[in-house]
């Protein structure tokens, strides 16, 4: 199954080129989280002559040998803690920072702290709310984690060194805009084949949302979902989001029953994706299950903004 618009359910991924030659591959990394910095607007302490704009290394296009092929890299002038910064345009949550620096000269992105601020202000190496820090020469492609719940506008690189150069050929920030509304994605797969079905939003008179999806075609009686999600694990041991299914008994009546939480665990710093994952047990008492729900309630505030319910059967 091919979607254009969705993320892919797979647990492999193939490379391979058409044609009898080599293929090389430095590094990949494959994130499902979007990159919240591509094309916006970005700024730095000073430019270079050969580099006088700072936003290619937001653009997506990479090439860390400068000058190939007409892609260079962002790009200061030696000084005094020199910085680079973006603006995503809207208050978000940011997980992760990818960095990728100049093959030339790579020795000279070292003591690089990243830092985020609500507001427009000029980076200092005491900016408070910090994504990570590299102590020492960065190798060419880096990953940093952000913790948990770090939030602002503006993320900036800085050299901390009384005098430096700051080289960087692209850099990606994942995230979300906190002004997004939540994406669920509901996936139901067996050992061949997974398909996406869709849900429908509604509240109930306390105000909870409520995403329900049919599942009557499957005819399943009990089965085990796992939602996965960006810092979920505590809200779901608190019982924040619930899930239920519906069925009609033997008389007919319509029966709702609420699935039970089997287990959860935080994997913010250890997946790949950084995803926690809450597994559920759901029963409709021997009977075909019509449809499964989740409820969202409506005093809780969160900062991700897209889960995804899988389902095998």
């Avoid at 050299?159 to 509304?181: K, P, Q, W």
């Avoid at 999600?229 to 007919?252: A, H, P, S, V, W």
């Avoid at 609420?258 to 021997?286: P, V």
Wanted: aromatic share 12%; glycine share 6%.
């Amino acid at each position: 199954m091919n979607y254009a618009d969705k993320p892919h359910f797979a647990s492999t991924v193939i490379f391979y080129r058409k044609v009898n030659d080599v293929l090389n591959l430095c590094q990949i990394e494959i994130w499902s989280l979007p990159n919240i910095a591509k094309n916006k607007q970005a700024t730095g302490s000073s430019n270079h002559p050969s580099a006088p704009n700072h936003a290619v290394a937001i653009n997506g296009e990479v090439n860390w040998v400068f000058g190939r092929n007409g892609l260079i890299c962002a790009h200061t002038a030696t000084q005094n803690n020199p910085w680079w910064k973006v603006d995503l345009a809207e208050t978000s949550q940011i997980l992760a920072v990818t960095i990728i620096g100049r093959g030339q000269h790579a020795d000279r992105l070292k003591n690089l702290r990243i830092a985020v601020s609500k507001d427009n202000v000029i980076p200092t190496p005491q900016l408070p709310s910090v994504c990570g820090y590299y102590d020492g020469k960065l190798p060419p492609y880096l990953t940093m984690r952000c913790p948990k719940s770090t939030i602002g506008r503006y993320l900036s690189a800085i050299i901390v060194a009384n005098s430096g150069t700051l080289i960087m050929c692209e850099l990606d920030v994942f995230g979300y805009n906190l002004n997004e509304n939540l994406i669920l994605n509901v996936i139901i797969y067996n050992e061949t084949d997974y398909f996406y079905i869709g849900n429908v939003q509604s509240k109930d008179c306390n105000g909870n949302i409520i995403y329900t999806s049919d599942i009557s075609k499957y005819k399943l009686s009990i089965f085990e979902i796992v939602l996965k999600g960006i810092d979920l694990e505590n809200n779901c041991q608190k019982r924040f989001i619930n899930f239920m299914t519906t069925f009609y008994d033997k008389n007919g009546q319509e029966t709702i029953n609420e699935c039970q939480l089997l287990d959860s665990n935080d994997g913010y710093f250890t997946e790949r994706d950084m995803t926690d994952e809450c597994k559920y047990l759901c029963n409709c008492n021997t009977f075909e299950c019509i449809s499964l729900s989740m409820i969202y309630l409506s005093n809780f505030q969160s900062y991700y903004k897209e889960l995804f319910i899988y389902l095998h059967y």
